[in-house]
């Protein structure tokens, strides 16, 4: 019986050719790989007037359930500079992970998302526009929320009055927690929502939307077209701007269920 060319070489060429082989077969492997490994890590975003600990409880809960939690930092100061944190964030992570945005979070992760660790997006309540878009024209097809007359500029930067978060920022959170959220709100800078995203990263990931739907800083009409565009999965909360707080349980098993789904 003939040999074949690869049977018939020296033993170093059938080595050689068989690594080669062996070495392509990995390499298309490697990505269907990533993508069917365990997603156990989560980023979570912030939006404006807010700082890392809004997450708290969330990271609590998810910590508990054994996920590996990184919390961003954004310094507001510009949707570039807020896109940069979380890179890099996202490139500390070992693995697939969620990404998740909460209000201005959420143009945030609509730019960072493309990043290939990133399996699906959660928006919480937030802001998730198409790439290029205008979004201040199409927030204005809807009514104004009470929380913009008590948005107060110094300086170039702007933060909300303490009647304002207290009443339309946080209005279903206990008032001592809510003036502790308060005291830590991050100044924004003033022309942080006029910002444009290069990318819509929900177009082709997996997303997830909580619907807040007594809103009073986000209309939950826009909430509901955004996450309806976007075909999320979605939920809706009885809630203020800050659901993460006020339903922490609800929008940690949502985050579990979009890295459940991706593994």
């Not at 990995?26 to 404006?48: E, F, S, T, Y």
């Not at 890099?88 to 945030?108: C, E, F, K, M, Y």
């Not at 927030?139 to 007359?149: D, E, I, N, S």
């Amino acid at each position: 019986m003939a040999r074949s060319k690869l049977e018939q070489g020296p033993v170093s060429n059938r080595r050689a050719v068989l690594g080669a082989v062996l070495g392509a077969t990995a390499l298309a492997i490697a990505p269907r790989a990533l993508a069917r490994a365990p997603v156990r890590n989560v980023v979570l975003v912030h939006g404006a007037w807010a700082d890392g600990s809004c997450w708290s409880d969330v990271v609590v809960r998810l910590q508990a359930a054994g996920y590996n939690v990184t919390v961003v930092q954004n310094p507001l100061t510009s949707l570039a500079d807020d896109v940069a944190a979380t890179r890099r964030a996202l490139a500390l992570q070992d693995g697939p992970t969620v990404l998740v945005g909460h209000s201005w979070g959420g143009v945030v992760i609509s730019e960072a998302g493309d990043d290939p660790k990133v399996t699906a997006l959660v928006y919480v309540a937030a802001r998730a526009p198409d790439a290029g878009e205008d979004f201040a024209a199409l927030v204005a097809r809807y009514p104004t929320t009470p929380v913009r007359a008590g948005v107060v500029t110094t300086d170039g930067y702007s933060r909300l009055t303490e009647d304002a978060f207290l009443k339309h920022f946080a209005g279903d959170v206990p008032t001592a927690r809510a003036r502790v959220l308060y005291a830590a709100q991050q100044p924004i800078a003033a022309d942080l929502f006029a910002a444009r995203t290069t990318v819509a990263a929900w177009r082709g990931k997996p997303s997830y939307y909580a619907v807040s739907a007594h809103d009073e800083t986000t209309s939950p009409d826009l909430e509901r077209f955004l996450a309806q565009r976007m075909k999320a999965t979605t939920i809706e909360l009885p809630s203020s701007h800050v659901s993460m707080i006020s339903h922490p349980q609800a929008i940690t098993d949502l985050i579990e269920r979009a890295a459940q789904s991706s593994d």
